[in-house]
């Protein structure tokens, strides 16, 4: 057994030694092999602890007083690791105790809003609703409630729009039609011509009008806004899947763009496609100011679309999503593959015509309506007639009503007379290229004496009465015409012809200062139509409108006074398109159950007589021409 050393040699200094033996030793009671050795330490961490307890000892100025195992230290018991760390490093600011110090001052801010809510309410919500700009844009000082002030009403601001979502539709690059070379849109009619003339140059189309090309539909980029604003119902934001637009582009007169127009909108019913007029290049001042918005009356498959961007029109293909023809581009639609597809392949001359009349009289009927003042207009001329003749008055109603049953008055005959720069389609059988007035003249006498037998005769028709006085010194003399011309020189001519007691009715005869105002000055000539001021070529264009409806009967009301009739030369757009008022039977004399497989014109029942051609070429009559 060792000998016992004095007590002296085992205390520790905390200070140590600087003789050359001596070396730091670590004693080995129960309390480090239960603590230390129990606990696992790895290499690093025991490395790490013995820097500290070697950092430790270094640092301190101290020497420790007390044995090492001096029962005063310590209280008795087991130690574990960090019973010799101080207990007050750190503090309540640590941070092991920044999640106790957020979550309470969170419960502070939740607890004020509360109290706010409660004895300042509104304050709150005016906070919350406004942006930050608004909010330090008011100026508007927060005035505390009491029993004698009146709480304030808040508005909130509209929230912020949507980020716009836009899909892109590229065709492949051999199918792209380009238009970068353009820089205005939509394109003039000539521009979209010359683009139809690149496309189409040297092709010959195959197959059915409609079949698309084997290799694809030539198209530009489209590009479709598809984000929802969550508008109201009712409200739609984005554009339509597939329209055909016609283009009013100045370029002819006001009945040969309808003509067009007419077919146009029976594509688009039969296509199933949402129909648009642009009138961007129009030289008639806007659709709206002689027309109601087409929108209105045929909204289409997808009623409250939006019209597509004017650079994603194509005038070629028809194909194309978002079609556009115009009096330049027809041509190239409007030819002899449309008369392949829309003529009566099993009929003969008028009657292979059928269905493209048909078509175009269903346009005008529901697309190509005037607008309220121009309504007002026709009425008002339609209404002096019964004035004047002292006729029984119309009965007042809307198409539904009772007075839709009631017959149509035709009382007078149209006559229609085209001088200006308008050359006849028989232009080869007359010396100075225009249809002499005698013809006019004939064909409404030819036509009265036909449809009454003579003055104060009844005719056989239903609704056709005579009105005339029958004697030609007292008024109204028959023929009662509404006479309708470009050229206020030809008018006087016809008015001389017949007695002062005839019943000629025409813009500038009329009793209505606003009828009166939208007479004729001059011959028309298309060229000089643009040199006009835009208030007078609006002005000639609503004439026309009048007139037209004053010569067709086209958009009367029930009960209303119409023509029996009209006198016209086949050359002018106008008399083409007053055929439309009549029906096709009434207006080519199939309307009396005979037999007229032949489909030439009956002479002896027709209602629209052509002093141009005159029968001397088939068919008698067309649905449009090509400019």
């Known amino acids: 057994m060792p000998a016992s050393r004095p007590l002296p040699d085992i205390l520790v200094s905390g200070r140590p030694s600087r003789s050359e033996g001596y070396r730091v030793l670590t004693p080995r009671t129960p309390h480090s092999r239960a603590g230390r050795a129990e606990e696992g330490f790895t290499e690093v961490e025991l490395q790490e602890y013995q820097d500290d307890e070697a950092n430790a000892y270094r640092s301190q100025s101290q020497q420790q007083s007390q044995p090492l195992l001096s029962p005063s230290s310590r209280a008795p018991g087991y130690r574990s690791r960090g019973d010799d760390e101080s207990r007050t490093k750190g503090g309540f600011l640590s941070l092991s105790n920044l999640p106790l110090l957020g979550g309470s001052v969170l419960a502070v801010v939740l607890l004020g809003l509360v109290g706010m809510s409660i004895y ?112 109201p119902e009712g409200q739609v934001t984005r554009v339509c899947s597939s329209t055909i637009t016609y283009m009013l582009d100045g370029h002819v007169g006001l009945m040969a763009d309808l003509a067009l127009l007419a077919q146009a909108a029976a594509f688009a019913r039969e296509r199933n496609r949402t129909f648009f007029v642009d009138d961007t290049h129009w030289n008639r001042g806007k659709w709206t100011d002689h027309f109601q918005p087409v929108d209105g009356l045929d909204p289409g498959p997808e009623p409250g679309c939006l019209r597509p961007p004017p650079e994603e029109l194509v005038a070629c293909p028809r194909t194309a999503r978002h079609w556009v023809i115009s009096s330049r581009t027809a041509q190239y639609h409007m030819g002899h593959p449309f008369s392949e597809e829309y003529e009566n392949p ?70 229609h007379i085209r001088r200006g720069d308008r050359m006849p389609d028989g232009y080869m059988f007359y010396k100075d290229k225009q249809v002499p007035l005698e013809n ?28 005339s006085s029958g004697t030609p010194d007292r008024y109204p003399a028959a023929p009662i015409v509404w006479l309708a011309s470009d050229s206020p020189a030809a008018m006087r001519e016809f008015a001389a012809a017949f007695p002062p007691s005839t019943a000629l009715f025409s813009l500038e005869r009329n009793t209505d200062p606003a009828l009166r105002a939208l007479a004729p ?73 005979g037999d007229y497989s032949a489909g030439s014109v009956n002479r002896e029942r027709r209602r629209w007589v052509d002093v141009d051609v005159d029968g001397r070429i088939e068919p008698a009559w067309v649905a449009f021409e090509f400019h």
Request: glycine share 8%; with cysteine.
């Open 120 to 231: 300042r309410p509104g304050a709150l919500e005016s906070v919350l609703l406004q942006s930050p700009g608004e909010f330090a844009e008011s100026e508007e000082p927060y005035v505390p409630e009491n029993e004698h002030t009146a709480r304030p009403i808040y508005t909130p601001s509209p929230p912020p729009l949507p980020t716009p979502s836009i899909v892109e539709t590229r065709p492949p690059p051999e199918l792209l039609i380009s238009y970068e070379n353009y820089t205005s849109f939509p394109l003039t009619g000539d521009e979209y011509r010359h683009e139809c003339a690149k496309l189409m140059a040297g092709f010959m189309h195959h197959g059915e009008y409609w079949d698309e090309p084997r290799m694809g539909t030539h198209d530009v980029v489209h590009h479709d806004d598809v984000t929802n604003y969550h508008l």
């Open 346 to 415: 099993y009929a003969r001359h008028m009657h292979r015509l059928r269905p493209i009349y048909e078509r175009a009289q269903k346009s005008f009927e529901e697309v190509i309506r005037p607008n309220a003042h121009l309504a007002a207009l026709i009425r008002s001329a339609r209404k002096e007639f019964a004035d004047l003749l002292t006729l029984p008055p119309s009965p007042v109603g809307e198409p539904g009503h009772e007075a839709a049953s009631a017959p149509a008055q035709q009382i007078y005959i149209g006559a």
């Open 440 to 467: 006019y003249l004939a064909g409404v006498r030819e036509t009265w004496d036909r449809l009454y037998g003579g003055a104060n005769a009844s005719s056989s028709d239903a609704g056709v009465t005579d009105v």
């Open 521 to 593: 000055k001059h011959a028309y000539v298309q060229a000089e139509f643009d040199v006009e001021p835009l208030e007078e070529r609006v002005r000639l264009t609503q004439g026309m409108v009048v007139d037209f409806a004053m010569l067709s009967g086209m958009w009367a009301w029930p009960g209303e006074v119409v023509p029996s009739a009209v006198v016209c030369g086949v050359g002018s757009n106008v008399c083409r398109m007053a055929a439309l008022g009549f029906g096709f039977d009434r207006a080519f004399g199939y309307d009396d159950g």
